[in-house]
Structure formats: structure tokens, C-alpha cells
């Protein structure tokens, strides 16, 4: 009851703090002085009045249901307009608002990373249906593994969400959601390595975990949004959850064939994570290196739930045949 209360606080904490408003990020892009003329230009002459009736009118359907208002049209062409005198002038492709521009297809700002989240996210869920319907609930790691399933599948809507539609909203529960799974990866390692046999011991680190998370939300929220901290956060846990379940996979390799599976899946997620430093220009405008990241994490996906699957029904038979013994 305690965890469960702890959890819910938590949720509740993530949805107030991604209510809350939102720093702005300046890039060079925006801060042109073109960019900006063109900006007030353009909303003077459609955003007000008959103008902007006009527009409400003509704007397609989805745009509206999605968001999209005057003001967003014509940062998007004031952009463009940016974007081609730079290149017409040899100039490095600027970013705008701390991103780089993309080519949006319908109501999809970021079209590639959205689709990659979404197969990430049908990914997932294909693979916990195939969890459930393989695993018996007496599995110890059952329950954990199912967790472990939803809080990724929460990730990965939010995330499909963002890069459909970036908004405060969205960008903090995109970036609050991604922590969360990374932490319950760190979760899941302890309770398969040492909280099968201790209860105790996994109860107070899920408490830890739990404020962990509360504390770096609400010091994203309510101190500063800071880029650069929640990007060093995640790096380290995702060390620590590398180095702990490869450490754990090496030592039980001998026994447990299917560890092989777990060993891959976290040494080729640190080798994707390098493409977040290869931070380029959007190629033929839609795929920059977080699309590519996105698109790699699917098949690994796949291949962690089959891990745990594995593994699952591994602990299942080791339960029966001790019972056997006793």
C-alpha cells in the first residue's frame, strides 16, 4: 500500500510539474533580426481581425484539433524564409527555439522521430501482450516486468506525442516519462539481482528511486529547467543501469544462456546514445540523429522483452523444482 501510494504521489507530482510553464530557448535562428520581422510582419497582417478569421476558415481541420495557431504558421514560414537565405548564403543551417527546423508533414512537426516513437510504443506493447500471454502470473518477476512494460509504454506515447506536437506540456512529460524509464530499468536490475531473495532491501530502494524522481522533477519544474542536468541525470543512471545488468549478465553467463540478450540490449542502447552527440542538420529535412536513435531502440525493444520473457520463465522453473526438492 505504501508503494502504491508513493506511486500514485509521484504521478501526480509529474503531472503538476508538466503543467507548470516552461522556460523558452533562445537559438540563433530566432534571434535573427530577418526572423524576427518577419515574425511581427506576418502576424500584423493575419493574426488579428478579418485576417485571422480568414485563416481559422482556411486552416485544415487537424492543425486546429492539434494546436497549431496563427502565430505557430508563421514561425514556421518565417523560418523556412530564414533557413534559405542561409544556405543561399553558404551559412551553417541555424536552429530556432533550441531545434533544428524540420519539415512538418500534416500536423507532425518532427515526422521521423514521432513515427520511430510510435513503433517503439507498438513495439513494446506487442511484446508485453506476448509477456502476458506466455509468462504465468506466479513468476517472481511477473509483476515487475509488466511494470516496467506500462511505464515504457507511457514513455513512448509522450514521446510520440512531443515530437508530434512540441509544447511545454509535452516536452516536460516527454523528458519527466524518459527518466522514469530509465530509473525502472535500474528498479527492475535490482529486484532480478537482489531483491528476489530480499524484500526488504528492494522495498527502501524503490522508496529511494520514488524520491529521486520527485526530487529532480520538481527541481526541473520549480528551479530551473535545466537541459544540461536532466541530459548529465539520465547519462549517469543509464551508466549505472549498464554497468550493474553487465556485471550481473558476465557473472551469469555460464548458467543462464539467455543473459547474452540482456548484455546486447544495454551495450548497443550506450552505442545508439552516441548519436545524441552527433548533432547535424535534419537530413532531407526530417531525419536528424534522434530520429536514428529512436529507430534503433525498436528492435532492441523486441529483444529485451524477449529476455525477459526468458528469464521469467527460467525463475518460474527454478521455483517449481526447488519446491520439488523441498
Known sequence: ??????ARAALLLLLGAAAAPG???????DREPLYRECLGRCERQNCSGAALRHFRARQPL??????????DDCKYECMWLTVRLYVQGGHRVPQFHGKWPFS???FFQEPAS??????NGLASFVMLLRYKATVPPASPMY???????????NAWFWSTVFHTRDTAVTEKLDYFCASAVVLHSVYLCCVRTLGLQRPALISIFRAFLLLFLACHISYLTLVR??????????????LLNLAWWLRWCLRNRPRLPHVWKCAAVVLLLQALALLELLDFPPIFWVLDAHALWHIGTIPLNVL????????????????????KVD
Open 304 to 323: 529485451f522483452y524477449s529476455f525477459l520473457v526468458d528469464d521469467s520463465l527460467y525463475l518460474l522453473k527454478a521455483n517449481s523444482d526447488l519446491f
Open 225 to 238: 529547467f535545466d537541459y544540461g542536468y536532466n541530459m548529465a541525470a539520465n547519462a549517469a543512471i543509464g
Open 104 to 106: 512538418r508533414f500534416l
Open 62 to 71: 487537424y492543425m486546429g484539433l492539434t494546436g497549431w495557431t496563427c502565430r
Open 114 to 119: 514521432a513515427f520511430a516513437s510510435f513503433l
Open 1 to 6: 500500500m505504501a508503494a502504491g501510494g508513493a
Open 143 to 153: 509483476p515487475t516486468c509488466v511494470a516496467f512494460a506500462w511505464v515504457s509504454l
Open 23 to 29: 522556460p523558452a530557448r533562445a537559438s540563433q535562428g
